[in-house]
């Protein structure tokens, strides 16, 4: 099993920055792939980032690429998620995930999800 606490989110004006980070208890974060989702208001929750359970692999939604980095510190038991030159539309509140069996992209595959964190982009 395996429980996820988000923090780092807040407010901040377009073109700045923020850190979330999921701090993960239980003895499969470090052999778990893991996600970033966020969800807006009226909207689903949609796909931002995923990494392998090494670290070797990533990959980003579109709309973040070249802007939003995930990383994870194993040692610690922490997902992280740098957020470079925000966007008003990046306001959601953003969760952590850990993968359980198939597609990245689909909620459904995920077993263990945070509580939450908000982000909002002042124009």
């Known amino acids: 099993q395996v429980q996820l606490v988000e923090s780092g989110g807040g407010l901040v004006q377009a073109g700045g920055s923020l850190r979330l980070s999921c701090a993960a208890s239980g003895r499969t974060f470090s052999s778990s792939a893991m996600g970033w989702f966020r969800q807006a208001p009226g909207k689903e929750r949609e796909f931002v980032a995923r990494?392998?359970?090494?670290?070797?692999?990533?990959y980003y939604a579109d709309s973040v690429k070249g802007r939003f980095t995930i990383s994870r510190d194993n040692a610690k038991n922490t997902l992280y998620l740098q957020m470079n030159s925000l966007k008003p539309e990046d306001t959601a509140v953003y969760y952590c995930?850990?993968?359980?069996?198939?597609?990245?992209?689909?909620?459904?595959?995920?077993?263990?999800w945070g509580q939450g964190t908000q982000v909002t982009v002042s124009s």
């Open positions: 990494i392998s359970w090494n670290g070797g692999s990533t």
């Open positions: 995930a850990a993968h359980y069996s198939g597609s990245y992209f689909y909620t459904s595959s995920y077993g263990y």
